[in-house]
């Protein structure tokens, strides 16, 4: 019974050994990282982790594909840093079949050790575009004219783009000379084009393929060369884990943007109607959520101020006898800086018309309808304290003389009146003397007396 305890007792460590060590990656092996959609923060944060847990495995190689119409300028600069930075050789890789590296992703096959395209593939069109700080695809401009500079500002962004993107292909060996015409021109190129001016050093279909061409490549990683050894290497793929989707949920600029309406209605009816304490609480969290993720986003703060200010203008319509100056101020203002409000026009990063439009509708008619009731029920009698008792009407229940009690609200009151009243009789409240209240005849009791 013992022997075959420790029998089992050992073959249960053994499998719980295998368990352990089943998911570890092969040393040697590949890490893939995928790039699809505009590049924003989130993107930037995915790669940066990707490259580091590469660099943890020991891996052979890094294939990071692309498929992206361009993004943000900061996050493109951070994943680059990372490339540069990163102890394991980097191959971009413009994939699937029909994927495209335009703009941002233009500077990051620049960036790469190793530059590779699909078949069906194009990069190109990284003019920069000096609002917010951003990078668009420009995949629309003619390629034989040259964009014209509108003034200093833009021609500072121009230049410098085309040096950075200048000094990446100095770095890597790559064709300098269509890296500036790439920025200057918007210049597109398709795969075998790239592939024949020196842009990228491989065609492959798919990773497997582009492993077994890469193989035997020497490569500039850091202050050393380094040899690939990337045929037959298992291929490890990580996936963005809950931080990069919340992120990249977020910090979309229609998420972001209704957030920051939620929270405003939440706050906005605990305010009006303190104790619900719901309202309040998901819209504190909608609010700093929403302005979290704003954060990420190249924000106009001309536009945040004409937003608060439109959202402040219809709340004081209500309280305000504007005869609607307020209110339609207030609508023009929210609609200027909802338009306003993100800077730039990168692809993936800008807020729908649709959206402004339903969001102003919406926001004038939920705040006016909502502040209207307000403003009636303000202008509604009061029903309690001494303003409530006034005008009320009450019954005799006791007099004598000038004098006497009578039920007012359910309540037994001292009463005078400059009349003799009788039992019964009802009578309307006129004013209060401390604990008296002085009282009118209303009307003759029923026995006519």
Same mark, same amino acid.
């Given at each position: ?57 020991? #891996? ?6 692309? /498929? ?44 790469? $050790? ?36 509108? /003034? ?10 085309? #040096? ?17 015409? #790439? ?22 279909? /798919? ?12 490569? !500039? ?26 992120? +990249? ?50 924000? +106009? ?41 993100? $800077?730039? /026009? ?16 919406? +926001? ?12 009636? #029920?303000?202008?509604? !009698? ?49 004013? !209060? ?9 209303? !009307? ?6």
């Amino acid at each position: 019974m013992t022997r075959k305890f420790f029998i089992l007792f050992a073959a249960a460590l053994a499998l719980a050994a295998n368990a352990r060590s089943a998911p570890a990656p092969v040393e040697g092996g590949a890490v893939q990282l995928g790039v699809e959609g505009p590049i924003g923060p989130a993107t930037a944060e995915y790669v940066r982790d990707g490259l580091r847990e590469a660099a943890r495995r020991n #891996a052979a190689a890094v294939v990071l594909t692309l /498929d992206t119409p361009g993004g943000l300028q900061s996050s493109m600069r951070d994943i680059i840093r990372g490339i540069l930075q990163s102890p394991v050789p980097v191959i971009s890789f413009v994939s699937p079949i029909g994927a495209r590296a335009a703009s941002a992703g233009t500077y990051i096959v620049y960036a790469s $050790h190793l530059a590779a395209m699909a078949p069906s593939t194009h990069l190109g069109a990284a003019t920069p575009v000096e609002l917010g700080s951003i990078f668009s695809g420009n995949e629309g401009a003619d390629k034989g004219k040259e964009k014209p500079v509108a /003034d200093a500002a833009a021609t500072k962004a121009v230049n410098d783009a085309a #040096a950075y993107i200048k000094s990446l292909a100095e770095l890597r060996g790559r064709n300098v000379d269509w890296a500036e015409q #790439a920025v200057r021109r918007a210049a597109t190129l398709t795969a075998s084009e790239a592939l024949r001016l020196g842009v990228v050093e491989l065609s492959a279909r /798919d990773v497997p393929e582009l492993l077994r061409e890469a193989d035997g490549r020497v490569v !500039r990683v850091g202050d050393r060369d380094f040899k690939l050894h990337t045929a037959g290497a298992i291929v490890t793929k990580i996936e963005p884990d809950w931080r990069a989707n919340l992120l +990249s949920t977020i910090s979309n600029p229609t998420i972001a943007y209704l957030l920051l309406l939620v929270g405003f209605y939440g706050l906005f009816f605990e305010f009006i109607s303190p104790g619900g304490v719901a309202p309040g609480v998901i819209g504190g969290v909608a609010l700093m959520v929403g302005l979290y993720g704003l954060n990420f986003l190249p924000i +106009s703060f001309a536009g945040a101020g004409l937003l608060l200010l439109g959202l402040a203008f219809m709340t004081a319509e209500a309280f305000v006898p504007s005869f609607g100056a307020l209110g339609v101020g207030g609508v023009v203002a929210f609609a200027l800086g909802s338009l306003l409000l993100i $800077h730039g /026009d990168a692809p993936g990063f800008r807020l729908p018309l649709g959206v402004i439009g339903a969001a102003t509708a919406v +926001s004038a008619a939920f705040i006016l309808v909502a502040l209207s009731a307000i403003w009636r #029920a303000q202008r509604r !009698r009061v029903a309690t304290g001494d303003p409530g008792l006034l005008g009320d009407i009450g019954e005799v229940l006791a007099w004598r003389d000038f004098e006497g009690e009578i039920r007012v609200h359910g309540e037994r009151w001292r009463a005078r009146a400059a009349t003799v009243l009788a039992p019964g009789q009802c009578v309307s409240v006129v004013e !209060r003397r401390g604990l008296t209240l002085l009282v009118e005849a209303e !009307r003759p009791s029923s026995n006519g007396s």
